[in-house]
């Protein structure tokens, strides 16, 4: 339902936008929300990631992920399980998130272990990297001017530049900028900084392909803060609307869990 909401208003912002000159920006909280919409389903659904590390150029590590998330009725952030498919060193180990806690879970030791959405998963991809996040939730957006930029495919794009700041202590990074595409809300790149305002990567949002009844991206680019040849692939595939059980969303569940 607040995806048709979301749906709805982008279509009335752009053609209120168009008809009427006088037509108010919507506000920066606004225009995260509606790029949320765009990155994620607003029900239960599952995907594969595909992770694959790059440095000076070269392949040097990949891993694939299955991802089956929902959003939390009460605060509307995801809650995800996460279960390595490959390689088969990791096979079946499981990240867990509540939405606010991150446990990782190997079946070998039958142990779980409270991780912090800051580290790293593979290359430049962390867990709050992989986890699905409404970023609306996370931060409160306070500016956005609109500029021109480029895609990851050098193309210039009309956008808003929304600054971000972290609005709860759970969030992965304290601030970002990410620029959204003006008339549709697809989020092009962003840029994640820590507290001492340190660059600690971008990424570009890129390949928009129809999935779920909406244009979203199928590959997100990571790139070091301080290294660009360090260079990290998502890519995501198999998007599906499915059900998500909570039971599978409990940390007393993990050593249970059999995929489906």
């Not at 040097?60 to 939390?72: E, F, M, N, Q, W």
């Not at 806690?101 to 070998?108: A, E, G, I, T, V």
């Not at 790293?120 to 609306?136: E, F, M």
């Not at 970002?176 to 008339?183: F, K, P, Q, R």
Request: proline share 6%; glycine share 4%.
């Amino acid at each position: 339902m607040r995806l048709l909401k979301l749906t709805i208003i982008s279509c009335a912002m752009v053609f209120s936008a168009t008809s009427n000159p006088s037509y108010a920006t919507p506000t920066p909280q606004e225009i995260l929300a509606a790029s949320d919409a765009v990155r994620n389903p607003d029900y239960p659904f599952g995907l594969t990631n595909t992770l694959i590390e790059y440095k000076n150029g070269q392949q040097t590590d990949t891993s694939t992920l299955g991802i089956y998330s929902k959003a939390d009725p009460s605060s509307g952030q995801f809650r995800s399980l996460i279960r390595y498919i490959a390689p088969q060193r990791d096979a079946n180990k499981l990240i867990l998130y509540s939405g606010k806690d991150l446990w990782f879970y190997d079946p070998s030791s039958k142990a779980s272990i409270r991780m912090s959405p800051q580290q790293r998963l593979l290359g430049q991809a962390s867990n709050g990297d992989v986890v699905t996040v409404n970023l609306a939730k996370d931060y409160k957006a306070s500016s956005a001017v609109e500029e021109d930029t480029q895609d990851g495919d050098r193309q210039t794009k009309h956008c808003y530049k929304v600054a971000m700041q972290a609005d709860t202590p759970d969030a992965t990074y304290h601030h970002i900028d990410m620029w959204i595409e003006v008339g549709n809300f697809h989020p092009i790149k962003a840029r994640f900084y820590a507290d001492s305002n340190k660059l600690l990567k971008s990424a570009y949002y890129r390949r928009y392909e129809k999935q779920l009844g909406l244009d979203r991206p199928t590959e997100t680019v990571i790139i070091d803060g301080l290294d660009p040849k360090w260079v990290t692939v998502m890519r995501y595939s198999d998007l599906v609307k499915r059900d998500v059980p909570d039971l599978w969303l409990q940390r007393e569940y993990l050593p249970r869990f059999k995929p489906q």
